[in-house]
Nanobody, 121 residues
Framework: QVRLEESGGGLVQPGESLRLSCAASGSDFRFYSMAWYRQAPGKQREWVATVTTDSTSDYTDSVRGRFFITRDNTKNTVCLQMSSLKPEDTAVYYC???????????????WGQGTQVTVSS
C-alpha cells in the first residue's frame, strides 16, 4: 500500500524560507516521478515542481528560482526547499507520486494528505 507522509508546513513571514518533506513507503520509490502540487482557497490545484526518476527537475514559472525540488532514493524522500516566500504561495501543498507502465502507458497517481503553508506578515 503506497503511503506518502508530508511534513514541514507552517506559518512564515514574507521573504522567509521553508522546507517541505515527503516520505514514501510501499513502493519501489526509484521508479516513480515525484512532484509537488498546491491548492489555494478558491483555486484549482496547480502543479509546482517535478523531479523525475533520473533526477531531472522542472518548475512552474511562478516559483522558478525560488523553489528547489530534490529526491533521495536511499531514504525514499522528496523535498521542496522554498525561499523568498510570498503571500501568494499560501496554499495546501501536496506530495504526488506517479509511474506510467505499459504500451500504451497507464499512469497511476498517489497523493499525500497535504500540508498547509501560510505566508503572512
Amino acid at each position: 500500500q503506497v503511503r506518502l507522509e508530508e511534513s514541514g508546513g507552517g506559518l512564515v513571514q514574507p521573504g522567509e524560507s521553508l522546507r517541505l518533506s515527503c516520505a514514501a513507503s510501499g513502493s519501489d520509490f526509484r521508479f516513480y516521478s515525484m512532484a509537488w502540487y498546491r491548492q489555494a482557497p478558491g483555486k484549482q490545484r496547480e502543479w509546482v515542481a517535478t523531479v523525475t526518476t533520473d533526477s531531472t527537475s522542472d518548475y512552474t514559472d511562478s516559483v522558478r528560482g525560488r523553489f528547489f525540488i530534490t529526491r533521495d532514493n536511499t531514504k525514499n524522500t522528496v523535498c521542496l526547499q522554498m525561499s523568498s516566500l510570498k503571500p501568494e504561495d499560501t496554499a495546501v501543498y501536496y506530495c504526488n507520486q506517479r509511474r506510467a507502465v505499459g504500451i500504451p502507458p497507464i499512469s497511476t497517481d498517489y497523493w499525500g494528505q497535504g500540508t498547509q503553508v501560510t505566508v503572512s506578515s
